[in-house]
């Protein structure tokens, strides 16, 4: 059994892909997923993942380390950078909403070029994109994540708050975070 720290204690997972238990909370501090196959065959790699976590800044970092890792085991490296920008964002609004209780953060892959980030908060307040003038501190979040995206994000309402999710996808002209500055 993995060794968790204190800071590990903030997120749980929650549901899993069934055909890939074996990734379970471990697969936030082990590369190497345990997934038995037959000689000869490789293992498939780790299904969608979706964690809670507390309303807390540090979220953004659990949410981090969760997006890096399912994409490097995807293969989909060259989209780490822009999706952790776009994770980072989206755990951010989610926690400044005052929830008190568990935001859900959910990686998944729809198809083998894009793949999807969501965080579902408590709040019914929607995000709205702003036009920020190019020197303000503030209000450029969901601009970034449309540029990152080219448009490819959105907002599901549900009864008891939202869901704000945001599509990349690989391409050889996939916006980095170097050409949005």
């Known amino acids: 059994m ?3 720290s204190p800071r590990d204690d903030d997120l749980q997972v929650i549901s899993l892909d069934p055909l890939t238990a074996d990734c379970g909370p471990a697969m936030l501090h082990h590369s190497q997923s345990m ?3 037959a000689p000869g065959q490789t293992a498939p790699p780790c299904g969608p993942a979706t964690v809670k976590l507390r309303y807390q800044p540090r979220a953004a970092r659990a949410a981090r380390r969760l997006v890096r890792r399912k994409l490097v085991e995807w293969g989909l490296d060259e989209l780490v950078d822009a999706a952790e920008l776009i994770i980072t964002e989206l755990v951010s609004n989610a926690v400044k909403t005052g929830c008190q209780t568990f935001m859900v953060i959910k990686v998944r ?5 894009t793949i999807r980030v969501s965080v579902r ?3 019914r ?3 709205v994109l ?10 450029r979040g969901l601009h970034l994540v449309h540029t990152l995206t080219g ?9 008891f708050g939202k869901t704000v999710y ?3 996808r690989q391409h050889s002209d996939t916006p980095t975070p170097e050409r949005t500055r």
């Open 2 to 4: 993995p060794q968790h």
């Open 35 to 37: 997934l038995m196959t």
């Open 109 to 113: 892959r729809p198809t083998p070029t």
């Open 121 to 123: 908060d408590g709040s």
């Open 125 to 127: 307040a929607m995000p």
């Open 130 to 139: 702003v036009q920020a003038h190019e020197t303000a501190e503030c209000h």
């Open 151 to 159: 448009g490819q994000w959105g907002v599901t309402p549900d009864a």
């Open 166 to 168: 945001a599509n990349l």
